[in-house]
């Protein structure tokens, strides 16, 4: 992998572990961090760690859930 320069290879890998971390807890990685970006301003910071991706699974999986038209 290429990147322009120290900081892009920073972030790219900060995403990749993100999206990976994601994929081993079975979360759509969007959901989380739709899930995350919604609550994070309203946080406690010394509870940052309820937001982690296998503390939230519960709740992403409730939102995620498409309707049931047939029901």
Avoid at 37 to 65: G, M, Q
Wanted: hydrophobic share 40%; proline share 7%; charged share 20%.
């Amino acid at each position: 992998m290429f990147a322009g320069s120290g900081s892009d290879g920073e972030r790219a890998a900060a995403m990749y572990a993100l999206i990976g971390t994601c994929t081993l807890n079975d979360i759509d990685p969007r959901a989380y961090l739709d899930y995350v970006l919604t609550h994070i301003a309203d946080h406690k910071i010394n509870r940052i760690d309820e937001l982690l991706p296998w503390r939230v699974t519960d709740k992403l999986h409730t939102l995620a859930s498409p309707p049931n038209p047939g029901a």
